[in-house]
C-alpha cells in the first residue's frame, strides 16, 4: 500500500498523515470513507451467523433503565423482532468467516497485522446501542447501513453505573455529536467516550477493533511459550554450595539458592531469539473459537493466499504464522514475508522458493491455513 497517498477513506489525508494527526491522539469524522458502502453481510445471514457456536455474539437490549446482556450462540427465534426497539446484536470476528469483511479489515492494512484484533458487526433496532462507554482499543467505527447518532468525549470520571449486565459510563460528557449515514465512519482512540444509538430500523456498524495489549496480558503469553520451549543443555551445571555451613534454621531458604534461581530465570529470559519466537507466535496464535479446514494440496505452477483466518507476521530472522515461527534468510525469506505483507503469493513467485519452503507451502496449504490459487 502506498502509504503517501490520500484515501477517500482516510477524509483525503494520506495514511502517514492520519497516523501523525489522529492515531492515539484524537478522535476523526469522515464522512463518505466508503462512498456506496454495502453491508459485509445481510441481515439474514447475520442472523444465521449468530447461531454457530463457532461465532462470538451476544444481544444487549435496553428497556428504559434496565440493561440486558445475552451471549449467542442464538437460535432464530432468540432474537428479539426488528419491530422491536432498544436491542443489538453485536457479531465479532466477522472478518474470519465472511470474504467481503475480511476485504474491509484489508483496506487498514496501513496498520501493523500485529496490532489489528477484528472486525465486529452490530446490528440495531431503532434506538439500539450498547450504551456511554469507553474501550481500551483503537476502533474504526463504521456505518454500514442505516443510520446511528454517535456523541463523543474524553473521559474525565471513568466511574460506571453499578450494577449493570454491561460497562456503562455514569457520566459521559459530550462534546461531539454526530448522525453517521452508511458511508461515514468514525474513528476513535482509546478511552474516549462514546454512546452510538440507531436511528431507525436496520441500523448495521462495522467495528474494526484493535489490539492494546497490557504488559502482564503480554508476559504472561509470552512467558507461557517461553516456559514450554525451555530446554536444558545436556552439560548443565546442578546447584552446588561447597561453602555451606551446617544452620539451625533449616526452614530458611538459603540466600544461595535464591540468587540461583534469580540468574537461571534471568538468563532464561535474556535469549533475545527465544524472546522474539514467543511473541511471533504469540502475536499469530488464532482464537480458540477458529477452526481450519485442511486436507488441500499444492499444485506445481499455483500461486497461494492466506485463508482469512490465517494470522502472519515476520521480524528480521523468522516467518510467524498461526502460532508457529520458522526461520528464514535470502530468497525464501524475501517471498515469505511478501506473503505476509500481501496476504499472497503469485504463481511466479512461488516457483522461486526453494524446496524446503516449497514443501513448508504445501504443509500449510494441507493444514487449510492457504489456499492453492490459480494465477
Ligand atoms: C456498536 O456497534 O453498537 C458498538 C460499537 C462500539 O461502541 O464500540
Ligand atoms: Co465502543
Redo the contacts with the bound molecule.
Sequence with gaps: MDIDRRLPLLGQLSPRQFMRRHWQKTPCLIRQAVPGVRSPIERNALFELAGRDDVESRI?AQAGERWTLRHGPFKRRQIPPRSRPGW?L?VQGLDLHVPAARSLLDAFRFLPEARMDDL???Y?SDG???GP?L?SYD?F?LQVSGR?RWRVGPVRDASLVPDMPVKLLANLHPTEEWLLEPGDMLY?PPRWG???V?VGDDCM???I?FRTPTPTELARDVLQRLTDALEAPGDEPHYRDPAGAATATPGLIPQALQHFAQKAVVQALNDANSLACALGETLTEPKSIVWFDGGGTLGQGQGVRLDARTRMMYDTHHVFINGESFRASGRDARLMRALADERMLAARAVAQLGGDAFELLADWVEAGWIHGTDD
Design positions: 444487549v443489538t453485536l465486529m458487526i452490530s440495531a439500539g446501542g450498547v462507554h474501550d476502533v467505527l446511528r476513535l462514546h454512546d452510538g440507531a456498524t462495522c467495528s477493533g
